[in-house]
């Protein structure tokens, strides 16, 4: 697909919420797993830079959901990444972030789920948590109605519903208001509930219970929603058309570096798209765990390990002395190593855990990440290279999230800092040196067109003795 104009009528709808915690991302996993029992190919997304709910999605679609982000991302980008990752599926399945309206900041929509819907013409289904509201829903149903006309909120998904009459209570005055259909009801139930965790929901992979859990969900989504109704509200969606915008070579590069991604239980974190990115820039990738692996695979010219829960595996981690010598090894070599937020952890000298205990990591990056009691970073910021790296070069900048509960515990050398953040003046972020660059910064290599093949060249340059 090297197409300057590139377009899709896929059938799509956004699953948006009226705030956090309303359970947009168990009724959005459970149409999904309804919608794929029917036999339809369901492409998930998730709204902003979530790790967690995606897995989640991924598991109850069958393929790898896909995070749209409309303040990292260029707009051009986030259709060009839409339309491809809808190609082969029959219908688009959005997950919203946070309340529907709510963004990057209070002043305008930029990054919010509603600013997604309108750049992808996508009606909303908005689910609202009435277990402790009546009438008065359908006050906050039109209020999200007639907010900002050009967001097509098209029905609404009742959550936490105590009944039949409760639910009668609710959802006749609310289309009697707003003229809205309701086209779910969920009941309160077990099947439902979600652990958490100071990050959010447990990643998919480590709920033993996966697979029931789903099952379960996806009965209760089936029996107290109306699928027929939500499936005719996605098909309203008109084409999206998407210029090209240089994210991709015009055609896939023959393979120029091999690159070891980390990828077990304590490091997940990444964006499908990054890999598909470099993948098309001639990075062949191959899988590795810091846990249990020696080493990383041979013949590799660069590493990537992104974020995750280290801190949880932090003695499984430290046990694993081959690994770290390994990889403080091939960084001394030269080697260009990425390293985001819990790859940052893994290559500082140590991880103090909530109980206090350190545990020694690889020793790359000066000083111990220790774990806070309160978050210590969360949101989006821009960032300014100091130097250059196997990313960007100096004085370019980038758009970037982070959220995080560690900190190193003391300051990094001014000289060896990876970033300075534009929207804090005089903030310092991450560590650089030589081809390593370690920061709590997430970076989607969409963000600019040349992230990919940048990263790509330094591994090839490094094999071929620069």
């Known amino acids: 697909m090297n197409q300057k104009t590139i377009s899709t009528a896929i059938p799509r709808l956004v699953i948006a919420g009226v705030t956090s915690g309303v359970g947009k991302t168990t009724i959005t996993a459970g149409i999904i797993g309804a919608l794929r029992r029917r036999g339809l190919r369901v492409q998930p997304f998730k709204c902003g830079p979530d790790y967690i709910d995606p897995s989640h999605l991924s598991r109850a679609a069958g393929v790898p959901a896909r995070n749209l982000d409309s303040w990292m991302l260029p707009h051009q980008a986030l259709r060009e990444f839409f339309v491809r990752a809808c190609q082969g599926a029959d219908i688009a399945v959005i997950e919203g972030m946070m309340g529907l309206f709510d963004g990057r900041s209070g002043e305008d929509d930029t990054g919010s789920t509603a600013q997604i819907a309108k750049l992808l013409d996508a009606p909303v289904a908005l689910v609202m948590d009435v277990g402790a509201v009546a009438r008065s829903a359908a006050a906050t149903a039109l209020g999200f109605q007639r907010f900002d006309p050009a967001c097509h909120v098209a029905a609404v998904i009742l959550n936490q519903v105590g009944g039949g009459r409760h639910r009668d209570m609710v959802a006749t005055p609310l289309a009697g208001a707003t003229g809205l259909p309701v086209l779910g009801a969920i009941p ?136 770290l010598r390994a990889v403080a090894e091939a960084a001394a070599a030269g080697m260009p190593v990425v390293a985001e937020c819990g790859g940052l952890m893994y290559l500082a000298q140590g991880i103090a855990d909530f109980e206090g205990v350190r545990h020694p990591m690889a020793g790359l990056v000066p000083g111990t990440c220790v774990m806070q009691r309160r978050r210590v970073g969360l949101g989006y910021l821009s960032a300014r290279a100091r130097q250059d790296t196997p990313l960007l070069a100096r004085g370019e900048t980038v758009r970037a999230h982070e959220f995080h509960w560690s900190r190193l515990e003391r300051d990094l050398p001014p000289e060896r800092a990876a970033f300075e953040i534009e929207e804090q003046p005089g903030r310092l972020e991450g560590y650089a040196r030589g081809n390593l660059l370690a920061s709590y910064a997430h970076v989607h290599f969409g963000a600019r067109p040349d992230l990919a093949p940048r990263f790509v060249e330094a591994c090839r340059a490094w094999g071929r003795g620069g």
């Open 188 to 323: 309160r139930s077990e099947a439902l509930r979600q652990e958490e965790r100071h990050l959010g929901l447990v990643p998919e992979g480590e709920s033993p219970l996966a697979e029931e859990a789903l099952g379960a969900l996806v009965d209760v989504v089936s029996q107290h929603t109306d699928l027929e109704g939500l499936l005719a509200l996605a098909r309203q969606a008109s084409p999206v058309v998407a210029q090209a915008s240089g994210l991709f070579p015009p055609a896939p590069r023959a393979r120029r570096a091999r690159i070891a991604v980390a990828q077990d239980r304590a490091f997940s974190f990444y964006y499908q798209e990054n890999f598909e990115l470099l993948e098309a820039w001639g990075a062949e990738l191959v899988s590795f765990s810091p846990l249990t692996d020696q080493a990383p695979p041979s013949g590799v010219q660069g590493l990537y390990i992104g974020g995750g829960f280290p801190e949880l595996y932090a003695r499984e981690l430290a046990a694993n002395k081959p690994m």
